[in-house]
């Protein structure tokens, strides 16, 4: 609903419900008749008005912009003139349409009374219009806010995607490196696999998250040219349940991981290893694991690039409902695990 037709429904409905209240307030102790109805139509009519002139005039001032220590005096004078106006009306009124308040002289005492009934419906019409714009302006800092915190996370997950490219791209030149001079051949279907998967990696690069099913793709086109320069030494598992493969996932967090695996396990081990990576869904999450052979020893207070981009990109996308862990299994085996909201 706009903003200005709710202003109206509530404008004349509350005005609507206190004339028909004062209807049956006076009509109970003067008695109904035309001239009471005549009454209460004027005081409908002029509390629509001087309101909404009131309204008007904050507006053009720019009233609601003022911090409150400054709206309220304004305010307060604001409500107090259109009290007094509705006032003179009323006293003058009265008199006309009701023939036992004719009798009543006019002095200070009776304007007295007459100002604060009126002040107390007007500060009450005043409260409502100027809390309601408080809070509007709050919830429109918060959004601009959270706005705000969004664009700013958004770059920083921007900046850790574009170092992963590079991060990948000089891992995988340093592998095929030392096949040139062992193997030319080998090395030129390397160099070409790498090509085909650095086309995608940057196709992926754009998008915010991919199915788990392209990330596995990265992921064997990444292990098929280690798996030329290890050979036999290498022995490659995946067990991925069929129900994961739509699941969304950020690109290139699991190939980071697994070049992670091969780069600081594997390549260690003269007699190689073997990594296996799974994944199922549990408990509203999607659970990835990755056994791969080696021993885990960070230094103290550092991750490797890749894995600290992983855990902070995890943050980026979704604060403290995913988790991510890497640790050894055993005295020949890392397993790094995540968890990622359904």
């Known amino acids: ?14 005005w609507f419900l206190f004339v028909i209240l004062e209807f049956i307030g006076y009509g109970n102790i003067y008695g109904f008749n035309e001239l009471l109805v005549l009454n209460v139509g004027i005081n409908f009519a002029a509390g629509i ?8 005039f904050i507006i053009r001032s720019s009233w609601i912009n003022l911090p409150m220590k400054q709206l309220v005096p ?29 009798q009543l002289p006019i002095d200070l005492i009776l304007i007295i009374n007459y100002l604060f009934s009126w002040s107390k419906y007007i ?23 959270y706005q705000l915190q969004a664009i700013i996370k958004e770059n920083q997950y921007q900046n850790l995607k574009t170092q992963l490219n590079p991060h990948f791209l000089f891992n995988s030149l340093n592998s095929i490196r030392t096949l040139v001079d062992i193997d030319p051949n080998l090395s030129k279907e390397a160099i070409t696999r790498l090509s085909g998967l650095l086309r995608s990696s940057l196709q992926m690069s754009k998008e915010k998250t991919v199915t ?3 990330e596995i793709e990265t992921v064997k086109d990444y292990l098929a040219i280690e798996k030329i320069r290890f050979d036999e030494r ?65 230094k103290i207070n550092e991750l490797g690039l890749g894995l600290e981009n992983t855990r902070e990109r995890l943050g980026i996308l979704y604060d403290s409902q ?20 359904l």
């Not at 008005?49 to 008007?56: P, Q, V």
């Not at 009290?83 to 009701?98: A, K, P, Q």
């Not at 709050?138 to 601009?144: N, V």
């Not at 129900?243 to 003269?270: C, F, Y």
């Open 1 to 14: 609903m706009k903003k200005n037709t709710l202003y109206w429904i509530c404008q004349i409905g509350g």
């Open 49 to 56: 008005l001087l309101t909404h002139l009131y309204r008007s």
């Open 74 to 102: 304004r305010a307060i004078l604001g409500i107090g003139f259109v009290s007094f106006l509705l006032t003179l009306l009323n006293i003058y009124l009265d008199r006309l349409t009701v023939p036992l308040m004719s």
């Open 123 to 145: 500060l009450l019409w005043a409260l409502v219009y100027h809390l309601f714009h408080y809070w509007e302006r709050s919830l429109e800092a918060e959004k601009a806010k």
């Open 212 to 214: 788990l099913k392209q």
């Open 234 to 298: 290498l022995s490659i598992n995946f067990e991925i349940k069929e129900d994961t493969l739509s699941t969304k996932v950020p690109p290139m967090m699991l190939q980071t991981l697994v070049e992670n695996a091969v780069k600081h396990g594997i390549s260690r081990s003269k007699m190689g290893g073997n990594i296996f990576v799974s994944a199922i869904k549990t408990n509203f999450h999607l659970h990835i694991e990755i056994i791969n052979t080696g021993r885990f020893e960070p």
């Open 322 to 341: 995913a988790s991510f862990s890497i640790e050894n299994l055993n005295d020949t085996e890392v397993i790094t695990k995540i968890d990622i909201p």
